[in-house]
């Protein structure tokens, strides 16, 4: 194995392959304050890629509640539970990650979900985690508590599907850092389903080669964001491209909220991939449960969060999520104004970040009406 | 009563004196005129018999940790033109239907491209030399055998609403809807030829190494499987390595997967090189 480093890690850790960093690394931000688990980003994905013979139970987008649901059932509690202690020191790892701690014979630790696995796509759908008491409702702060993870192949810069395969059949690409299955190659071994702690990819019966989540390449080569983020409702996704934390913009979005004000957090980052889907932990949720599944950053990340009706720069890139369907890769704020710029420059969309507000009066001189609210 | 009891007696006794298949230390294919059809064929009881001794795969990542399939029977007929191999072994489980989590029933049988007093490594060849593996597969004999290409057929009790290349607008089994349903599996629109549907069990392949496996130039290949409480017998035929035939011989080697033992790719019971000679049947 080679000696990589990871800088979600803080530290080197041992990789498959050495370090090889793409050109620009595709990267995002998922709000998973404003999601509603309307699941249009899972049909916006499905209808798209996945209708196929073969493709029926694969999502590579999903929705779970959080803190008991999962898809493939118990992806990520079979793993914590795998690797054992997992330690920080500050911001440094200290444990070990899914590639150090490999059995013999394997490239990484993994485990490979059976067929029933994944029948149950819905599984603790807005369960709480503790038992509601009667009457707890009217009490605050509520201590039951639940929220929503919506999940797509994180594109990571250490890919463990790709370490896995054992003929190179999965590849990242140089020029964005998506990481695809090369379907002429696949000969549908599962290594990379064993490997991916995410469970990411998925086995087609029908073809016998393994798929995942291809970030939507075609739109995203036209500048555009995938189907998953222009399609949703709660406008909780932002696309974009990340840089190293020593070469990070605070022009560039997904820089400034990833490096920067340090507000989304990678999932799961004790596995080592160094993942590039990046998350704004819940507000709401128990510190020592955000802190297993975004690191150590998680409970400054949910004060800083908080703080963002204070932060007229974090304020207005959060308004930027979901405003365009452009790709935005620089963004700039005039007072009240937050725009959004493209690669070639052009703006892509301006937001006012306080809407206007027209108050009627209840009124209504000229009729000589009260006016109601209800229709 | 009586004579029938003693009939079946006798014809117990004089069927456990059968004698079994010649075994010999190297894989000896017989020359015949009539190749056997089927590994059930009994032109296969005159051809000697090989017992090759499985041992793990452990040249590379991710190896194969335990030994299961403990050895491959071989049986071997030639007409001078195409060579068949009849391979049995022990597995009671039957793993032929791919999923999730699911790996199927394999074998292979892997000769040096070229001959030569040297031949490349035993494990899938080298970068000096080029092996040629013809592989059979479990699920692509299921389907050859006549297993659809759906869904249902891999699991019955499946639902599907609707597949859009099943829209009304498109004519059933028409080229426009054939081409769309390719579009809608990526494998089979890049023309990956392992993605099916098959027509035979087995494919061409050749290989320089661990993890260079890839479709090969077309040896003629065929094949049959067949499974019993037993376990498999399966019969694969290729061309006859060029030069073979006389008194030349060349290596052979062999693997088997398991699919109940999540067997699949590297994760393989193998066996080193064995000698390989076409004879003239006595």
């Given amino acids: ?375 | 009563m009586k004579t029938t009891i003693a009939l079946l007696i006798v014809l117990l006794v004089l069927g456990g004196c059968r004698r079994g298949p010649e075994l010999v230390p190297e894989v000896v294919a017989l020359k015949t005129d009539n190749l056997p059809a089927s590994p059930g064929d009994s032109a296969w009881d005159r051809a000697p018999e090989h017992v090759a001794r499985l041992l793990l795969q452990d040249l590379v990542e991710p190896r194969q940790m335990k030994a299961t399939t403990q050895e491959v029977r071989v049986r071997a007929l030639s007409d001078g033109a195409q060579v068949v191999f009849r391979l049995s072994w022990a597995d009671d489980d039957l793993s032929d239907a791919p999923g999730p989590g699911k790996m199927v029933d394999a074998c292979a049988v892997q000769i040096p491209a070229k001959l030569s007093a040297e031949p490349p490594a035993p494990q899938m060849g080298d970068d000096d030399g080029l092996v040629q593996v013809t592989y059979w597969r479990a699920d692509w004999q299921a389907a050859v055998n006549g297993r659809g290409d759906s869904i249902k057929d891999l699991y019955p009790n499946a639902v599907v609403d609707h597949y859009p290349f099943d829209a009304q607008s498109l004519e059933k089994g028409s080229d426009a809807q054939k081409e769309m349903a390719r579009r809608y599996a990526p494998a089979r629109a890049l023309g990956n030829l392992r993605a099916g549907p098959r027509e035979k069990p087995v494919e061409d392949l050749i290989a320089n190494g661990p993890g260079t496996l890839s479709p090969g130039p077309s040896l003629d290949s065929a094949g049959s499987g067949q499974h019993t409480r037993q376990g498999w017998a399966v019969q694969i035929s290729r061309k006859l390595p060029e030069g073979l035939g006389g008194s030349e011989r060349t290596q052979i080697a062999f693997a088997v997967w398991q699919g109940s033992e999540q067997e699949s790719g590297a994760r393989k019971m193998r066996t080193g090189w064995i000698p390989f000679v076409v004879r003239t049947a006595p």
């Avoid at chain 1, 990871?6 to 304050?33: C, H, I």
Wanted: glycine share 6%.
């Fill in chain 1, 1 to 375: 194995m080679a000696r990589v480093y990871n800088w979600q890690l803080g530290r080197e850790m041992s990789y498959w392959y050495p370090e090889s960093r793409p050109k620009r690394q595709f990267a995002a931000v998922f709000d998973t304050n404003k999601c509603i688990a309307c699941q249009t980003c899972t049909l916006a994905c499905k209808t798209t890629w996945t209708s196929g013979k073969g493709q029926e139970y694969m999502l590579w987008n999903n929705v779970e509640t959080k803190p008991y649901g999962s898809y493939p059932l118990a992806y990520d509690l079979k793993l914590l539970e795998m690797l054992n202690s997992q330690q920080w020191e500050g911001e440094k790892y200290t444990g070990q990650t899914v590639f150090e701690s490999a059995p013999a014979g394997e490239r990484v630790l993994g485990w490979r979900p059976e067929q029933q696995d994944y029948a149950y796509p819905n599984v603790g759908e807005d369960d709480c985690a503790n038992q509601v008491d009667t009457g707890a409702l009217m009490k605050l702060p509520h201590m039951s508590w639940f929220f929503y993870l919506a999940r797509i192949c994180n594109h990571c810069s250490y890919p463990a599907c790709l370490s896995s395969c054992p003929r190179g059949s999965i590849y990242k690409r140089q020029e964005d850092g998506i990481v695809l299955v090369d379907q002429n190659r696949c000969r549908g071994y599962q290594e990379c389903v064993k490997g991916c702690p995410y469970k990411k990819v998925f086995f087609n019966p029908m073809t016998g080669t393994s798929e995942k989540c291809i970030a939507c390449y075609p739109k995203i080569e036209q500048g555009i964001q995938p189907q998953c983020f222009v399609n949703c409702i709660g406008k909780i996704r932002l696309a974009g491209y990340i840089s190293r934390p020593e070469q990070a913009r605070a022009d560039n979005p997904i820089d400034y909220l990833v490096h920067i004000k340090k507000v989304a957090l990678p999932l799961f980052p004790q596995y080592g991939l160094e993942p590039n889907i990046y998350y704004i932990p819940p507000i709401h949720v128990p510190d020592n449960f955000n802190r297993q599944l975004f690191g150590p950053r998680a409970t400054e990340a949910v004060k800083t969060y908080r703080n963002a009706f204070n932060d007229r720069d974090l304020a207005g890139l959060l308004c930027l999520f979901g405003s365009t369907e452009r790709m935005v890769t620089r963004f700039t704020r005039q007072g009240d104004v937050i725009t959004g710029i493209e690669d070639s420059g052009a703006a892509a969309v301006r937001i006012p970040m306080n809407e206007p507000v027209h108050i009627r009066p209840a009124q209504d001189p000229r009729n000589q009406l009260v006016r109601i609210n209800c229709p």
